[in-house]
C-alpha cells in the first residue's frame, strides 16, 4: 500500500559519526526542524564530541575509523570488517526493521547501510555531499560508491549540480534525484553592517589540507605583506587532522603574518563571527561540491570570494554576488583580495546582492523539500512492489527535483526545465 500525503512516514537516519562535521552539522538542523515525517537517528558509536545532543538517538556497532578509504591494504580490511558488522546490526535494528525508508547522511553510512538493506525491498536513500570520483573518496571508497551504493540506491539527494552529475552513470534508471542545499542555519544570519576597524578576511571550514587554508595564507600574505588587515581561519581540525593546524601556524611564522592570523577552531555560533568579517573565502584545491559556508556567507551578506570551479559556481556569479578566483592560484587569489580591500563601493554592492541570491532557504523550508522526496521514493518504492506493470508505465529516464539556484541555469535563456518525477 502507498504512503497517503497526510501520513508521517517512519526514517531512519543512518550518521557513521557523531563529531561536528559538515554532514552531521546539517543533519542536525533538519532534525531540529521537527520534519513532517517521524525520524530515528541511528549510530554506530557516540564519539567524545557529540554534534546530536538533544536529538532521540539510538547508538549500535562500533565506532568507524575515519580516512580508512584512502588507507594501505591493513587498514582497509579493517574498514571492510567494520562496515560488515555495522551492517548487519544496522539492518537488525528495531528502528530499521519496522521503517518505511532508510537515508545514509554519509558516504561511510551509506556504504554499510547498502550492505544492511541489499537483499530486502526496503527503501534507500543517499546523501551525497562530496563528488563521486578517487580523487574525493579514495579508491576504496570510491569502488564501494560506484559497485554497490549508488546501483542499490532508491534515490540521491545531491548538494550541487555537480555532485549529481558525478553520480547519474552509476545510478539505476528510475531513482529519484533531487538537489537540495544543505540546512545551513540561514534563517538566523542577517546583513551587517561593518563598523570601523581594520578589514576582516576570513574562512569558514574545517581545517583539512583540500580546504584551502595554506593558499589562503599565501594569497593574504603576498595582498598584505604588511599593514593591519586580519585573517581569521574558523574551524576544527577533524578527520586526523589535528597536525594540520601546527602546521598553519608554522606556515603563518615564515610568512610573517602570524600576528594576523587567527585560528579560532570551531564556532558554534557563526551568526557573530560573520557580522564581523568584510570578506569571506571558499578556496577548496579541488572542486568543490558544495559548501554550507558558501551559502551562510552569502546569506550574511559577506563580499564572497569563491574557487572558479564546483558547486559554488552555482551560487556566485562574478561580480554580481561574489567574486570568483582561478582555482589553485594564489596569485588570483591575491589580486581579488586586493580588489575588494581597495574597493569598499564594490564590497557594499557585492554584499546588498549576497544577501538576494535565489535560493537561500531556511531550515524549515528545506526540511519542507526533503519531506517531499523521501515520500517519493516511499510511494515509488510501494508502487514497484505492489503493481507488476508499475515500473514500465514510467519513463525510464532518471529525473530531477530541484531546488536552490543554479545561477548558472538561470542565466541561460535556453536552460532545459527540471521536472519533477511523479508515480
Same mark, same amino acid.
Given at each position: ?326 582555482? @589553485? +592560484?594564489?596569485?588570483? /587569489? %591575491?589580486? *581579488?583580495? #586586493?580588489?575588494? !580591500?581597495?574597493?569598499?563601493?564594490? $564590497? ?26 523521501? @515520500? +517519493?521514493?516511499?510511494? /515509488? %518504492?510501494? *508502487?514497484? #512492489?505492489?503493481? !507488476?506493470?508499475?515500473?514500465?508505465? $514510467? ?29
Amino acid at each position: 500500500m502507498g504512503l497517503s500525503r497526510s501520513a508521517s512516514p517512519h526514517i531512519v537516519h543512518l550518521a557513521h559519526t557523531t563529531a561536528a562535521g559538515g554532514a552531521e552539522l546539517a543533519l542536525k538542523r533538519l532534525l531540529d526542524t521537527k520534519p513532517d515525517w517521524e525520524p530515528s537517528l541511528l549510530i554506530p558509536a557516540e564519539e567524545e564530541e557529540n554534534v546530536f545532543v538533544g536529538v532521540s538517538t539510538s547508538t549500535g556497532g562500533v565506532r568507524q575509523l575515519s580516512g580508512a578509504s584512502r588507507s594501505g591494504a591493513l587498514r582497509a580490511l579493517g574498514l571492510g570488517t567494520r562496515l560488515m558488522v555495522q551492517a548487519a546490526i544496522t539492518r537488525w535494528h528495531p528502528a530499521v526493521r519496522h521503517s518505511d525508508l532508510v537515508v545514509a547522511n554519509s558516504t561511510r553510512s551509506a556504504a554499510y547501510g547498502a550492505l544492511a538493506v541489499l537483499g530486502t525491498r526496503r527503501p534507500f536513500v543517499v546523501h551525497l555531499r562530496d563528488h563521486i570520483s578517487p580523487e574525493a573518496l579514495g579508491s576504496v571508497g570510491y569502488r564501494i560508491m560506484t559497485r554497490l551504493v549508488l546501483p542499490r540506491a532508491n534515490g540521491v539527494v545531491a548538494n550541487s549540480r555537480g555532485t549529481l552529475d558525478t553520480a547519474r552513470e552509476f545510478l539505476h534508471d528510475d531513482a529519484v534525484v533531487a538537489v537540495i542545499p544543505s540546512p545551513s542555519g540561514l534563517g538566523r544570519l542577517q546583513q551587517h553592517v561593518r563598523g570601523d576597524g581594520p578589514l576582516r578576511i576570513g574562512m569558514l571550514a574545517r581545517l583539512d589540507p583540500w580546504k584551502g587554508q595554506l593558499a589562503l595564507l599565501d594569497a593574504f600574505a603576498q595582498a598584505f605583506p604588511d599593514g593591519d588587515a586580519q585573517l581569521d581561519l574558523a574551524g576544527a581540525a577533524l578527520f586526523e587532522h589535528a597536525e594540520f593546524a601546527d602546521e598553519l601556524r608554522m606556515h603563518a611564522e615564515e610568512l610573517g603574518i602570524a600576528d594576523r592570523v587567527n585560528l579560532l577552531g570551531h564556532v558554534h555560533d557563526i551568526a557573530p563571527l560573520l557580522a564581523t568579517w568584510d570578506v569571506a573565502v571558499q578556496y577548496s584545491l579541488r572542486a568543490e561540491p558544495m559548501g554550507q559556508n558558501v551559502l551562510q556567507c552569502l546569506a550574511a551578506g559577506t563580499a564572497v570570494v569563491v574557487a572558479d570551479e564546483g558547486g559554488p559556481t552555482e551560487w556566485v556569479r562574478h561580480e554580481h554576488n561574489g567574486l570568483r578566483a582561478a582555482p @589553485r +592560484d594564489t596569485g588570483a /587569489l %591575491a589580486d *581579488a583580495l #586586493r580588489r575588494l !580591500a581597495d574597493d569598499p563601493v564594490l $564590497r557594499q554592492r557585492l554584499s546588498a546582492t549576497a544577501v538576494r541570491t535565489p535560493g537561500l532557504l531556511g531550515d524549515a523550508e528545506i526540511a519542507a523539500i526533503h519531506a517531499g522526496v523521501y @515520500r +517519493d521514493v516511499i510511494t /515509488l %518504492a510501494a *508502487a514497484d #512492489r505492489h503493481t !507488476a506493470t508499475g515500473r514500465a508505465a $514510467r519513463s525510464t529516464a532518471p529525473s530531477m527535483r530541484t531546488v536552490g539556484a543554479s545561477l548558472a541555469a538561470l542565466q541561460v535563456p535556453d536552460a532545459q526545465p527540471v521536472v519533477a518525477r511523479t508515480p
